[in-house]
């Protein structure tokens, strides 16, 4: 469910109470772990932190570098982690402490998929959030944006808008 909301709050203004308690929730905790120089705000129709656009223009699309997300959708919550893209091997160290937490894991390439707040560990939340610096989130993106296998890895070509 994408959200028509300008800012975090009419995001939030616009849930039913128990869905808002959920993101509320979720949102503190990020915004409690977050390293310095992120910003939150609304992006895509929901609530994002990211890179921004001073400190890293040169996107793919032109929009802020998206860190974390967080949106309610219809039957589920979705929580963007970044840094945990698939195919890394933060990734592979997430699943692994997951599992150990006997959740179980609904995640596609970055995003974890909820229902009820107990289906998360915050805990491991929180230190995927606070893990990764600024300035390392954009040297990662730049390795793999800018490597010879990525798809427009080349930088000698111009950007598409």
Same mark, same amino acid.
């Given at each position: 469910?994408?959200?028509?909301? &300008?800012?975090? %709050?009419?995001?939030?203004?616009?849930?039913?109470? *128990?869905?808002?308690?959920?993101?509320?929730?979720?949102?503190?905790?990020?915004?409690?772990?977050?390293?310095?120089?992120?910003?939150? &705000?609304?992006?895509? &129709?929901?609530?994002?932190?990211?890179?921004? +656009?001073?400190?890293?223009?040169?996107?793919?699309?032109? *929009?802020?570098?998206?860190?974390?997300?967080?949106?309610?959708?219809?039957?589920?919550?979705? +929580?963007? +982690?970044?840094?945990?893209?698939?195919?890394?091997?933060?990734?592979?160290?997430?699943?692994?402490?997951? %599992?150990?937490?006997?959740?179980?894991?609904?995640?596609?390439?970055?995003?974890?998929?909820?229902?009820?707040?107990?289906?998360?560990?915050?805990?491991?939340?929180?230190?995927?959030?606070?893990?990764?610096?600024?300035?390392?989130?954009?040297?990662?993106?730049? *390795?793999?944006?800018?490597?010879?296998?990525?798809? &427009?890895?080349?930088?000698?070509?111009?950007?598409?808008?």
């Amino acid at each position: 469910m994408r959200s028509d909301a &300008g800012t975090v %709050e009419e995001y939030l203004e616009s849930l039913q109470p *128990q869905r808002r308690d959920v993101v509320s929730a979720v949102r503190d905790v990020i915004n409690e772990a977050l390293p310095p120089g992120y910003v939150e &705000g609304i992006a895509f &129709g929901m609530i994002g932190w990211s890179v921004p +656009l001073e400190r890293f223009p040169d996107t793919y699309n032109g *929009q802020p570098l998206s860190y974390v997300a967080l949106a309610a959708q219809k039957r589920y919550y979705s +929580l963007y +982690l970044n840094a945990v893209y698939t195919g890394s091997a933060e990734e592979d160290e997430f699943r692994r402490r997951w %599992e150990a937490t006997g959740r179980k894991l609904h995640m596609g390439k970055s995003c974890v998929r909820f229902t009820k707040l107990d289906d998360l560990d915050l805990g491991l939340v929180a230190e995927v959030v606070a893990s990764t610096s600024m300035d390392a989130f954009i040297r990662q993106y730049e *390795q793999t944006r800018y490597s010879p296998t990525s798809v &427009g890895g080349d930088r000698s070509q111009p950007r598409r808008r």
